[in-house]
């Protein structure tokens, strides 16, 4: 797909959904990271509820260092995998304290050394929080990039290169959100709407599906 497609996909996307944001709630960066990790496996909506009564008490590092695994573990059960994400949760809030003096680095390079942040993670706190252009490749990033064509990769970080390259560095941001939206709206995981897609003139899943199955693209 050329590069004057892909700006057209993302100008009609942009006005399918003008709406279109961190469906994440955060006051601060810290706030968004300790989000982004409890989001892992979990919809938005739960973390968001599990968020709003653990930041009354615990939203800055030192703080939530005051907790133990077990505690914060209870407090953040319903969001699924709550030991490791407790674990992770402390020891890069003590890391945050320790090296960082309690603010949460702005760089990928930082922010990747931090227990349990990978590049998704990373990105979403640089765009949303620092505002750095940033394309976090989560599920419905990852499907609905494979599927229109716009990014073509078996793995995420592929992906996230492919998208890096075909967009404009200043749309990479509200691109992200852009994906994400559609991918919950319309191209859903298991029946996408076709029909009532505003790209599908553009989808290389809609117009050349046997093209789509014969690459065999799946998540890693």
């Not at 009609?12 to 601060?28: H, R």
């Not at 133990?68 to 969001?79: A, D, H, R, V």
């Not at 998208?163 to 919950?184: E, V």
């Amino acid at each position: 797909m050329n590069k004057q497609d892909v700006v057209k996909i993302l100008k009609i996307l942009s006005e399918t959904y003008p709406e279109a944001t961190c469906a994440l709630k955060f006051n601060s960066p810290y706030e968004l990271l300790v989000a982004t990790m409890l989001s892992a496996q979990c919809t938005d909506v739960r973390v968001n509820k599990v968020t709003s009564e653990l930041y009354k008490e615990f939203n800055t590092p030192e703080k939530m260092i005051s907790l133990t695994e077990e505690e914060l573990g209870e407090k953040i059960k319903s969001c699924g995998f709550f030991r490791n994400k407790s674990k992770h949760i402390l020891e890069t809030s003590r890391a945050i304290v320790e090296k960082y003096q309690g603010s949460v680095p702005d760089t990928l390079k930082e922010l990747i050394k931090l227990p349990g942040v990978g590049r998704k993670t990373a990105d979403v706190v640089l765009s949303n929080a620092f505002g750095v252009p940033a394309i976090a490749v989560d599920t419905h990033v990852f499907r609905v990039s494979n599927r229109l064509g716009i990014a073509r990769g078996n793995t995420p970080q592929k992906v996230e290169m492919e998208l890096m390259k075909n967009i404009p560095k200043h749309l990479w941001s509200d691109s992200h959100h852009y994906l994400i939206w559609h991918g919950r709206k319309i191209c859903k995981s298991r029946k996408p709407d076709c029909e009532h897609c505003p790209v599908a003139p553009y989808c290389q899943y809609f117009n050349h599906p046997e093209d789509y199955e014969e690459h065999k693209i799946k998540k890693n």
